[in-house]
């Protein structure tokens, strides 16, 4: 796996982040001091992928914790202000789960230890939350290969970006491929660019090639056509939010690859972790779908490709259907309807 690409970086007490929304042209950083920095990273997709938000949102929390220490705060006044600061992290994006769960985690260290000890907790919580995604990525890769075993040259399509950019690991969907390929299966990825915002050519194109792995970029509406002329054995894409049902919320064109792929026969997987479920919804009804601003649909890169007045519609996310999702591969094994069963097992598993 290229070492050249990584999300993030908690280094020296600041959290460094590559600032994805460059990609692929420039290779810049930010680093953050204070959580409001985090916040806004996160909101404006500097970092993005729900593993990667999660972590970074972790540690937002240490420096949420380091600010309010610094103007004074202690007792009460010091846990209104953390919880506050978690709150409003956890606004940052609406549909990633992963983000409001390690922001619950890290509420949840500072809870139950001393004051004076809050500090190494923290960090040695966010610390494990990072070392967690990456071996949760290495699973998934595992259990995700295994359904192709003995398989030759596959055709792989996936949508948006999944991998080292998007999680702390070598990522979700993008892992299983990555390992794919390492295991010499993979004849070609097809990788959706993605629209509005390009994380399948920018961001995937880039981790594709980055790994020599034989790709193809194609835009979104092509997906159909691509399955049906080229064959594909698979499409493999990640997930922001899982209900306990197995409706999936991820980026937007998730929703009609599902329906196309039940067309052409072809097994759609979805890829994600523990932290990517929400036990507590029971549909994809109840997920909160993030709006974007209708000048990422106007506008590409700066330039105006629709009138400047022109109504839009901009959901970040869609929700594909239980009903059409052939496995969801996690880091204990691939979950296969129905969806209401292995799920509620797969949530016992986790409290074992
Ligand atoms: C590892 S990733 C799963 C999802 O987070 C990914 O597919 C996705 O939809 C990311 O959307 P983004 O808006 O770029 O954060």
């Not at 070492?3 to 982040?17: D, I, N, R, Y």
């Not at 259990?143 to 991998?163: E, M, P, Q, S, V």
């Not at 409706?247 to 196309?260: E, Q």
Request: glycine share 8%.
């Amino acid at each position: 796996m290229s070492e050249a690409l990584w999300s993030l970086k908690w280094e020296k007490g600041e959290l460094v982040l590559l600032d994805q929304t460059k990609l692929p042209g420039n290779i810049s950083y930010i680093h953050c001091r204070e959580s409001r920095e985090v916040g806004e990273a996160i909101s404006r997709l500097s970092v993005r992928g729900a593993p990667a938000i999660g972590v970074a949102a972790a540690y937002g929390m240490v420096l949420a914790f380091k600010e309010i220490k610094k103007e004074g705060l202690s007792g009460p006044s010091l846990k209104d202000a953390f919880h506050r600061a978690a709150r409003e992290l956890a606004a940052a994006r609406p549909t990633a789960v992963n983000l409001s769960w390690a922001v619950r985690e890290m509420v949840h260290t500072f809870d139950t230890l001393p004051e004076e000890e809050a500090l190494a907790g923290l960090i040695e919580r966010a610390e494990a939350i990072e070392r967690e995604d990456k071996a949760l990525c290495s699973a998934m890769a595992d259990h995700g290969a295994d359904l192709f075993k003995g398989r030759k040259n596959l055709r792989i399509l996936t949508h948006c970006n999944t991998g080292a950019l998007a999680t702390a690991g070598i990522g979700t969907a993008f892992g299983v491929i990555y390992r794919l390929y390492e295991r010499g299966q993979i004849e070609r990825v097809y990788a959706d660019e993605t629209r509005p915002l390009l994380q399948g050519a920018r961001l995937t194109g880039t981790e594709l090639m980055e790994n020599g792995i034989p790709a193809t970029l194609i835009t979104d509406s092509m997906a159909g056509w691509v399955m049906k002329e080229k064959k594909i054995d698979a499409v493999i894409v990640g997930a922001d939010r899982i209900a306990a049902n197995g409706d999936a919320a991820n980026k937007v064109g998730t929703y009609g690859l599902s329906v196309l792929c039940a067309y052409h026969h072809i097994p759609f997987y979805i890829t994600a972790p523990f932290s990517t479920f929400d036990f507590s919804i029971s549909s994809g009804d109840e997920i909160s779908i993030e709006e974007r601003n209708p000048e990422e649909v106007r506008q590409i890169r700066g330039i105006y490709t629709a009138p400047k007045d022109m109504p839009v519609f901009n959901p970040a996310f869609d929700v594909a259907p239980h009903t059409l999702i052939t496995g969801i591969i996690t880091e204990k094994g691939v979950l296969t309807p129905p969806y209401d069963v292995t799920i509620k097992n797969y949530e016992r598993s986790l409290q074992l």
